[in-house]
């Protein structure tokens, strides 16, 4: 072939190539995000066949040795002008596909952001931590400090250093779990009355509430648990008398259930205290009728109480006869039952969250 029949051969090309590019633009203009796929495997074919090593233009730029040395250049410009407008051709509409692509990407990956969002069940602070929470931020607030001790007590500190001997016939009073003869699962915090005295090593002010878990061999019922929380109160100091307690255990009541509920104290009997007494709250599921949580008597035991024995004093290294103390020990399982009106003890551990999300903020 001479140079004007390569030169037609290749306008041909060019000619065809742009008419394809053409059609490829005009699809690309009407397609849609999910065709661009099909597009760009129409473009791959199209680099192939015009500007691959196969296409025409390369088999006609392989002529070109056939040409004069004048001729040859002539060609070779055009082969390069041709390619160079080809190639420029090619990667403006993959340009333009990729820029598809990405808008392809961007809406499968969209949020809505008006979709409401899904609504993660929130816990709540068990009844019976917040109300444990509740009577420390009492304490706390008339000055107390918070002491906690173990489940696992010595029977010395958990009856005998609170004048209860091996024999006493008051340790009848709590049925214990006993793990060795000497090791217990503690009945009451009053375990924790000694232990602090001893750290006090005589000093005083005493001011302490010591809030955990205890255990007895109790029948479970309405207002009895084999396992429970106390929370016990010590003060030690000089002159401290019976209306100390008293008013501190007003106090208490009117902080927890407010001015009306009617509170009454009873005498009552401990080793460790003497005088001893133990304090009720008016029932609040019969409102004092009588009913199988008050056991028809209108009233709920919420803690015992007394003026420390001069025994315990001394047993725990103060001097009796300079100074005085008082001490009580509160159950919160009754106090919750009474505040929140739950009727039956058992409620409180059974983890329904009918009973429980009622107490979500
Ligand atoms: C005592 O445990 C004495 N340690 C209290 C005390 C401390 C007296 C300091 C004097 C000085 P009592 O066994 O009564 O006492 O229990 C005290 C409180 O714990 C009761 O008033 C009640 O509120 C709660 N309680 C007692 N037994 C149970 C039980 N089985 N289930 C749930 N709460 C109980």
């Given at each position: 072939?001479?140079?004007?029949e390569?030169?037609?051969?290749?306008?041909?090309v060019?000619?065809?190539a742009?008419e394809?590019?053409?059609?490829?633009?005009?699809?690309?203009?009407?397609?849609?995000l999910e065709?661009?796929?099909e597009?760009r495997?129409?473009l791959d074919?199209?680099?192939?066949?015009?500007?691959?090593?196969?296409?025409?233009?390369?088999?006609?730029s392989?002529?070109?040795?056939?040409?004069?040395?004048?001729?040859?250049p002539?060609?070779?410009?055009?082969?390069?002008?041709t390619?160079?407008?080809?190639?420029?051709?090619?990667?403006?509409?993959?340009?333009r596909?990729?820029?598809?692509?990405?808008?392809?990407q961007?809406?499968?990956?969209?949020?809505?952001?008006?979709?409401?969002g899904?609504?993660?069940?929130l816990?709540?602070?068990?009844?019976i931590?917040?109300?444990?929470?509740?009577?420390?931020?009492?304490?706390l607030?008339m000055?107390y400090?918070?002491?906690?001790g173990?489940?696992i007590?010595?029977?010395?500190?958990?009856?005998?250093?609170?004048?209860?001997?091996?024999?006493?016939?008051?340790?009848?009073?709590?049925d214990?779990?006993?793990?060795t003869?000497e090791?217990?699962?503690?009945?009451?915090?009053?375990?924790m009355?000694?232990r602090?005295?001893?750290r006090?090593?005589?000093?005083?002010?005493?001011?302490?509430i010591?809030?955990g878990?205890?255990?007895?061999?109790?029948e479970d019922?309405?207002?009895h648990?084999?396992?429970?929380n106390?929370?016990?109160?010590?003060?030690?100091d000089?002159?401290?008398?019976?209306s100390?307690?008293?008013?501190?255990?007003?106090?208490f009541?009117?902080?927890?259930?407010g001015?009306?509920?009617?509170?009454?104290?009873?005498?009552?009997f401990?080793?460790?205290?003497e005088?001893?007494?133990?304090?009720?709250v008016?029932?609040?599921?019969?409102?004092?009728?009588?009913c199988?949580?008050?056991?028809?008597?209108g009233w709920?035991?919420?803690?015992?109480?007394g003026?420390?024995?001069?025994?315990?004093?001394?047993?725990a290294?103060?001097?009796?006869?300079?100074?005085?103390?008082?001490a009580?020990?509160?159950?919160?399982?009754?106090v919750a039952?009474?505040?929140?009106?739950?009727?039956?003890?058992?409620?409180?551990y059974?983890?329904?969250?009918?009973?429980?999300?009622?107490?979500?903020?």
């Amino acid at each position: 072939m001479d140079l004007a029949e390569l030169e037609a051969a290749i306008n041909k090309v060019r000619g065809l190539a742009k008419e394809q590019m053409q059609q490829l633009e005009d699809d690309l203009r009407q397609a849609k995000l999910e065709s661009v796929g099909e597009l760009r495997r129409r473009l791959d074919e199209w680099r192939v066949s015009h500007l691959g090593k196969k296409s025409q233009l390369q088999q006609v730029s392989r002529q070109m040795s056939d040409l004069s040395k004048e001729e040859r250049p002539k060609l070779g410009s055009l082969v390069n002008q041709t390619k160079a407008e080809l190639e420029a051709q090619h990667d403006r509409l993959e340009e333009r596909l990729s820029a598809l692509f990405r808008q392809q990407q961007f809406a499968s990956e969209t949020l809505d952001i008006t979709l409401p969002g899904r609504r993660h069940p929130l816990g709540s602070v068990h009844p019976i931590t917040r109300i444990i929470g509740e009577i420390e931020d009492v304490f706390l607030g008339m000055g107390y400090e918070i002491v906690e001790g173990t489940e696992i007590e010595t029977d010395e500190y958990n009856f005998e250093k609170l004048n209860l001997p091996k024999d006493h016939p008051a340790r009848d009073m709590q049925d214990t779990f006993y793990i060795t003869e000497e090791l217990l699962l503690r009945t009451q915090t009053s375990a924790m009355q000694v232990r602090t005295m001893e750290r006090m090593k005589g000093k005083v002010p005493v001011r302490v509430i010591a809030p955990g878990r205890v255990y007895r061999r109790d029948e479970d019922d309405a207002t009895h648990s084999h396992a429970f929380n106390q929370i016990e109160g010590l003060v030690v100091d000089e002159g401290i008398r019976m209306s100390d307690l008293k008013g501190t255990l007003e106090l208490f009541a009117r902080a927890i259930f407010g001015p009306d509920q009617e509170v009454r104290r009873l005498p009552s009997f401990f080793p460790f205290t003497e005088p001893s007494a133990e304090v009720d709250v008016r029932c609040t599921v019969c409102g004092g009728a009588g009913c199988r949580v008050c056991k028809e008597t209108g009233w709920i035991e919420i803690l015992g109480a007394g003026m420390v024995h001069p025994n315990v004093l001394e047993f725990a290294g103060y001097d009796s006869k300079k100074v005085s103390g008082f001490a009580f020990g509160l159950g919160p399982e009754r106090v919750a039952m009474l505040k929140y009106g739950i009727e039956d003890i058992r409620l409180l551990y059974q983890n329904d969250l009918r009973l429980l999300s009622q107490f979500a903020r």
